[in-house]
């Protein structure tokens, strides 16, 4: 529980490292596999901490769940619970995607408010709204939210904000739904694309996912699936912005470009050369940085989870950045970490500026949420001297084996 990382940075990251697969992916379709009583099985997930949490809120529902390196075998022949627990709830946001399947198949399903990163309000009107559209009578009872529904209909849903999450919840109720239900203002990210092939591969009838509308016709029963996770677009990114922040030369392999087109893009713009392979991504940033604008906005905008490594690479570069943060409104807390490590960031509102270069110097900081980490570790690969990082478990939330592969690309770093 108090372990830190330990780095002792200042080293170019050299070599390549293969893509993880996504964290955010594996839990919609793990979310999903509670939609058929036949076997799932899932190739390319992620070991990390939120993957066996919401396993465990899988079994819980009465789900059988056998994770075995990367590959996950479910099955919810049947469901013994309408509630996922509250103690498992209150750590993973992505919990509340039990809704969206218990409602569909069982007519009835309750979660509290889930808990996850502090990074802003999170509100759920975008999930709870749609379900009432879909005919579910939504309250709160006690400490959880209740949706119950003989039989969710179909209906056209405009949702206020594309909330990732939302989308898939929704996505996964009308896939059971009488009818055809069209989502506009729908999340485009890659993520919530996949889930709408594994759907369809379950024999959902789902079209116009990766778009902002999303028709769902939906089908009376889905079968099982063999399905592969897509690669973590944005473990991809930390580790293209570590190789850029230590001025190294670096190739995640299984990155999918078309998925990092805004890092691709402000990278370039930095300075770094970045060569887009079959299969991979390389970046080289052997020449000075410069600064450059971002702002982090849903999918296909910038990455809002590759806006805190951003800054970290940020402080490395020529002039002043400036980056904008527009979709969660408290996603800069760890510009005071960054400070204390000899960074000059400046906050205003929902945005930061970031005067470069500076040296960074190793000092002791927090991990505060999952990418506040990882701009830290980037960090402290580009600091001098040591960098200890403490409540490592916000890294492992997001981030497998890290210690194991920054180390094959070159770096000092440990766990203690
Ligand atoms: C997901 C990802 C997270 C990522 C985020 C944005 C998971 C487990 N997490 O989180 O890594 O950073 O997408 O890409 O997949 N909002 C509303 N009403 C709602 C829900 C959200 O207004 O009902 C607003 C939020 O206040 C926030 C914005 O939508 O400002 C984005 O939130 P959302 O897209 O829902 O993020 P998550 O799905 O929680």
Redesign the pocket.
């Known amino acids: 529980m108090n372990e830190r990382l330990v780095i002792r940075g200042g080293r170019p990251l050299r070599g390549s490292v293969r893509a993880s697969g996504s964290?955010?992916a594996a839990?919609?379709a793990l979310a999903a596999a509670l939609l058929t009583a036949d076997p799932v099985t899932l190739h390319n997930v992620p070991r990390i901490a939120?993957i066996a949490e919401m396993a465990e809120i899988l079994r819980a529902l009465g789900a059988t769940v056998a994770i075995d390196g990367a590959e996950a075998r479910i099955q919810a022949r049947e469901l013994t619970a309408t509630s996922a627990p509250v103690d498992l709830v209150a750590a993973l946001?992505?919990s509340f995607l039990t809704m969206g399947p218990l409602l569909g198949r069982l007519g009835e399903a309750s979660c509290p408010p889930p808990g996850?990163d502090v990074?802003?309000?999170?509100?759920?009107?975008?999930?709870?709204a749609g379900f009432r559209a879909l005919g579910a009578e939504v309250k709160r009872e006690g400490p959880s939210w209740v949706a119950r529904a003989k039989r969710l209909r179909g209906a056209r849903l405009f949702l206020?904000?594309?909330?990732?999450?939302?989308t898939v919840n929704l996505l996964l109720a009308a896939a059971l739904a009488d009818g055809a239900t069209t989502i506009v203002n729908a999340?485009a990210?890659p993520?919530v694309e996949m889930a709408g092939h594994m759907l369809n591969a379950m024999g959902a009838r789902v079209r116009g996912h990766g778009g902002h509308t999303i028709v769902v016709e939906g089908v009376p029963k889905l079968h099982g699936v063999d399905f592969t996770v897509i690669p973590d677009r944005?473990e991809a990114g930390t580790f293209l912005l570590a190789g850029a922040a230590t001025r190294g030369d670096v190739t995640v392999e299984g990155a999918v470009a078309e998925h990092l087109d805004g890092l691709v893009a402000k990278l370039r713009e930095a300075g770094a050369e970045v060569e887009l392979r079959e299969g991979a991504l390389r970046v080289c940033a052997e020449q000075p940085l410069s600064a450059v604008q971002v702002q982090a906005v849903?999918?296909p905008g910038y990455?809002?989870?590759l806006q805190a490594p951003m800054a970290a690479m940020l402080t490395q570069a020529t002039g002043v950045s400036i980056i904008h943060e527009r979709?969660?409104?408290n996603r800069l807390l760890y510009v005071g970490e960054l400070r204390a490590m000899g960074g000059r960031l400046t906050t205003g509102g929902q945005s930061v500026l970031i005067e470069g270069p500076t040296p960074l110097v190793g000092t002791q900081v927090r991990a505060l949420d999952v990418r506040a980490g990882a701009a830290v570790v980037i960090a402290g690969l580009a600091a001098s001297g040591e960098t200890q990082i403490r409540d490592v478990i916000h890294i492992d939330r997001g981030y497998a084996n890290l210690v194991e592969r920054l180390r094959a690309l070159g770096a000092d770093v440990e766990r203690r």
């Open positions: 964290k955010n839990l919609y939120d946001r992505a996850g990074i802003g309000v999170r509100p759920l009107d975008v999930h709870l206020d904000y594309p909330s990732v999450l939302g999340a990210e993520e944005i849903p999918y990455a809002t989870d979709v969660f409104e």
